[in-house]
């Protein structure tokens, strides 16, 4: 019988610890497939974040590192700059990303930072047990916004993709989402453009992932794919921001 | 090599590149600053790395990153932005990764000000960071020292995979003296077989650098092992005393004075003086702080009749004098905090109370 599909060595066969129906699994995959499909995974290093992707490494056959919260593009900074023949890439969610780690992603995108970062943007602290994140909507129940995040005392959700794109260095800056299969195969793409250009030198190449959480939302996963689609999507806009090199229509 | 007139922060960085140090994030502060600026000119030279940080948290991870990546690497700060370097510190322990952290003390707490001191012990030999972990840490009293002791302490780093603070101060990082620069170090980071990114034929299975443990008896095996490490360095210095502490006409001596880095200097001169005044005053300067070198400590007080601690704080390394002293003799103290630099005649005058009680 013909296969039409198998799974990518880059991916371990551990059992997972994300809940049903989360996001995380197909992003790994998707990452996985990409290494392995640019022939760069035995010299690919990942770096871990806190959060529920803290155990990333488990899932993934190549070297990786565990940062402190925030940290991981000033983590990849120092192993890239050590070892600039691979690639390295930073895993991280809303909460390590575009809170506790502001400077250090702002900073890593704006020295151009020959990485790759991966950021989940799911709206919520997941491993914590569902508090409000930067990226949590207006009006969101969470742990610690019980009766809605209020825009005048809390804030309104933070666009990083935009805020990276205003800088002069990075090369590609790209929103996407994984709430359907077509946007899996472009997700796909986007990382696949983000690790060809970290593997041609061509600069600091930032994925953002809108995904969901089942757990902390309190949704189905078909109800929280639904719930996106009609409440994420629309204040963070898929598209991509910058892109110096045209990858994208190569 | 030829002697050459260089300060302390500026040896410290000649020493490192000669040490095969490649690798340097940091972030400015006094005063410390001449290293970074001496090193962002020195390493494109080499062709090495230096990347001004965004943050001291930044930069501790960015060593983080190159430590676990295989390089000989460092960062340095003053007190304040060390405290911020403490996540990173006990994350690099936790993970059993080598680096050299310099800390260029200066007055605390809180921004203090620039002037030297070394109200940094407690911190530097108790951990600073959380959890259960030890940093080696070295206390050059010379720019001479900055210099070799910065060869030693990437020697150590790598040998104990485990990070080793430079404690110095305002004055000696400042301060001209003549250096003879030691003979360079080859280093090869694939010595390192399970650094990130290694490549070698002889690699069977993907490397990991981390430091969760989520399983308590995960952890706690871990700690135990990490333990077992901080066992060994203490046994290494204990077995090479000459490594960890000087000692200074201590056989006959009635009374000990003791302090570290500078303050070991001008305790010398106090040294020579009592001596010319019939006082029969010896030294002990430890060059190591952490493993302490208390078994000498245990030793002299079979013999002294009374020690007298100095330090530029309002005393802490004098718990850990008394600690090895066991209560056998006095332990006096005297310190000049806030930045202040005690003079010879101030500390004379303590040993003449000490001496010659009214």
Known sequence: MKQVFGKTNVLSANPTHYCPGCDHGVVHRLIAESLEELEVADRSIGVAPVGCSVFAYDYFNIDFNQAAHGRAPAVATGIKRTRPDSIVFTYQGDGDLAAIGTAEIIHAANRGENITVVFINNGIYGMTGGQMAPTTLV????QTSPYGRDAATMGSPIR??????TLESPAYVTRVTVNTIANQIKTKKAIKNAFTLQKEKKGFSFVEIVCICPTNWGKKPTDAHKWLTENMLP???????????????? | MAKVLMKGNEALGEAAILA???YYFGYPITPQSELPAYLAKRLPQVDGVFVQAESEVAAINMVYGAASAGARVMTSSSSPGISLKQEGISYIAGAE????????????PGLGNINPSQSDYWQATRGGGHGDYRTLVMAPNSVQEMADFTLAAFEYADRFKNPVLMLSDGVLGQMMEPVVMPAPKDYDMDSKKWSLGYTGKDKTA???????????????????????KYQVITDFFKANKDLAVEEYLCDDAEVVLVGYGIISRILKTVVEKCRKRGIKAGLVRPKVLWPFP????AKLADKASKFLVVEMSYGQMVEDVKLAVEGKKPVYFFGRTGGAVPSDFEILNEVDKIVRPD
């Open chain 2, 206 to 228: 993907r490397n990991l650098c981390t430091s969760i443990f989520m399983g308590q008896e995960e952890l706690e095996e871990h700690n135990w092992s990490l333990y077992q």
């Open chain 1, 139 to 142: 009006g969101m129940k969470t």
């Open chain 2, 97 to 108: 990764l080598p680096c050299l952290i310099v800390n260029v003390m200066r007055g605390g």
């Open chain 2, 20 to 22: 095969g140090c490649r």
């Open chain 1, 160 to 165: 990083v993709s935009e805020i990276i794109a």
């Open chain 1, 235 to 250: 204040v963070f806009p898929l598209g991509t921001f910058k892109d110096i090199h045209g990858i994208e229509k190569a």
């Open chain 2, 294 to 297: 208390s078994d000498v400590f």
